[in-house]
């Protein structure tokens, strides 16, 4: 069983460090709030599930529910 943690501890490790890259590549929800005016109802704010933005949103919200399915599993203390 030793072997299985050092495996989900690394996967754990790896999972950190691709969250932490994917929250930096997203735009701060006060991006673009100079055009307060209307400008949300353009192309690209109406679509922004399908863009690059939205993609990176679902990643994100995929690696934090592994993140947190890891941490519960690795302080189950099984591996004894």
């Known amino acids: 069983?030793?072997?299985l943690k050092v495996v989900l501890t690394v996967l754990f490790i790896i999972i950190c460090i691709a969250l932490v890259v994917l929250v930096?590549?997203?735009e701060g929800k006060s991006a673009?709030?100079?055009a307060i005016s209307g400008a949300a109802e353009t192309?690209?704010?109406?679509n922004k599930g399908r863009?690059?933005?939205?993609l990176l949103v679902k990643l994100t919200k995929g690696l934090a529910f592994l993140f947190?399915?890891?941490a519960v599993i690795l302080n189950?203390?099984?591996y004894k």
């Open 24 to 26: 930096l590549m997203q």
């Open 1 to 3: 069983m030793g072997v």
């Open 68 to 70: 947190m399915l890891l």
């Open 76 to 78: 189950l203390n099984i």
């Open 51 to 54: 863009s690059m933005e939205g």
């Open 32 to 34: 673009g709030l100079g």
């Open 43 to 46: 192309y690209w704010g109406k």
